[in-house]
């Protein structure tokens, strides 16, 4: 996963553990590629919420300025990749407007 991930951002290292665990090494990814919208087909509602939101992009994992950075987006192929690497912890959506889940890897 460092191979895929550390091309677009950083890897910024943490130790966590529970109660009846030792201390365990992981990493979270912080994104640095920021990708604009497709002015065209990408709106927000009278609220300022985004309403709809397309990218002519290559970019693997990337945030956008128009979401005020909020989320976190990827292409089709990492999201072929993590479904093919059983990889959980991640909610994925299709509709990139929707609050629904369509491809849930949570743990």
Not at 15 to 27: C, F, I, L, Q, R
Not at 74 to 79: D, I, L, R, V
């Amino acid at each position: 996963m460092k191979d895929v991930l550390e091309p677009h951002g950083e890897l910024l290292p943490v130790v966590y553990s529970s109660e009846n665990e030792a201390p365990k090494e992981g990493a979270i990814f912080n994104p640095l590629k920021v990708v604009p919208t497709n002015e065209r087909t990408s709106t927000k509602d009278s609220f300022g919420e985004v309403a709809s939101l397309f990218f002519d992009t290559e970019e693997v994992i990337f945030k956008t300025d128009f979401d005020d950075y909020f989320g976190l987006y990827c292409s089709n192929e990492f999201q072929r990749f993590i479904k093919a690497n059983e990889l959980t912890g991640l909610e994925m959506r299709e509709n990139l407007a929707s609050n629904e889940a369509q491809i849930n890897t949570r743990m």
